[in-house]
């Protein structure tokens, strides 16, 4: 958003952007407070099938795993951030970076780095479809219902997008080397993918995400040249939309995906022990 209400022409034009932007940046507090709520909820429910699992207490779980320490400290921190950002305080936005993040990444921060393939796949996601949903119900609409912005509404948008448009790129060239990464993991042979219900399902799932890169190879292609105007921004809106409905899919089919478990790694069959040609000589 910095970015965007800089290139803004004029104080007239700064004033109702930064009106706006202000407006776009509490919704976008929100969507993040509700989000983080929601995985510290999560992370509550696990905690007791974590701990009979380690034949431990939930109690001694929390104070003696640093693992759990950390992704309860820094998501704590992103409650915090999204809070003092709900209330326009602009230092709430850095706590909750750092607090989100970490909390993702705890791996990385016990040394654990053979761990964060999967977080790191998970992040890059976020960034690209993620951000893009928070655009789409935090900034678009927002700017679309406007009234006093309505001369500028395709303008906004268009910096909206532009400016989006460089994380979405690298976030999604980071999703496909990590994804590849994590599909060799479990799959261990190539032809895994075709004969074991694991590969079938990691088949199905990539459909979806073929068809979501498809969506966004045509907003960035076609659709974010012709952005400027109102109707572009609408028809924008619309493309974006399906292009978030489609990554819901790619994570139901993730789910499903997660209850089957990964082909196992086939042992080579032990080689028999050589039977002898002739009995042995008896002796006398």
């Given amino acids: 958003m910095r970015g965007a209400i800089a290139r803004g022409a004029g104080a007239s034009a700064d004033a109702t952007r930064r009106r706006v932007y202000s407006d776009t940046a509490r919704r976008a507090a929100m969507i993040g407070l509700i989000g ?3 995985a510290i909820a999560l992370m509550l429910y696990q905690l007791p ?8 207490t939930v109690a001694d779980l929390v104070t003696h795993t640093a693992a759990v320490e950390l992704q309860g400290g820094f998501l704590l921190l992103a409650l915090i951030g999204f809070a003092l950002a709900l209330r326009g305080t602009n230092a709430g936005w850095p706590l909750a970076t750092v607090g989100f993040l970490a909390a993702l990444l705890r791996n990385g921060l016990l040394g654990e780095w053979k761990d964060l393939a999967n977080p790191i796949h998970v992040l890059s996601a976020g960034l690209w479809i993620g951000t893009l949903f928070v655009m789409l119900a935090a900034g678009i609409s927002v700017v679309l219902r406007n009234e006093v912005a309505r001369e500028e509404r395709g303008a906004i948008v268009s910096d909206m997008v532009y400016s989006f448009s460089p994380l979405a790129l690298a976030a999604a060239a980071v999703l496909v080397v990590f994804g590849v990464i994590i599909a060799w993991e479990h799959l261990h042979v190539l032809s895994n993918l075709w004969s074991t219900p694991y590969g079938i399902a990691l088949i199905v799932k990539l459909c979806f995400v073929a068809m979501v ?56 069959a032990a080689v028999p022990s050589a039977v002898p040609t002739a009995l042995p000589a008896i002796s006398p």
Avoid at 229 to 256: F, G, I, W
């Fill in 36 to 38: 983080v709520a929601v």
């Fill in 213 to 268: 890169f498809a969506l966004g190879a045509w907003n960035w292609r076609r659709q974010k040249p012709t952005l400027g105007t109102e109707p572009a921004a609408l028809a924008l809106r619309r493309s974006a939309t399906s292009e978030v409905l489609v990554a819901a899919l790619v994570l139901a089919a993730t789910a499903v995906l997660l209850s089957i478990p990964a082909p196992r790694v086939k042992k080579p």
């Fill in 49 to 56: 099938g974590l701990a009979a699992r380690r034949h431990t």
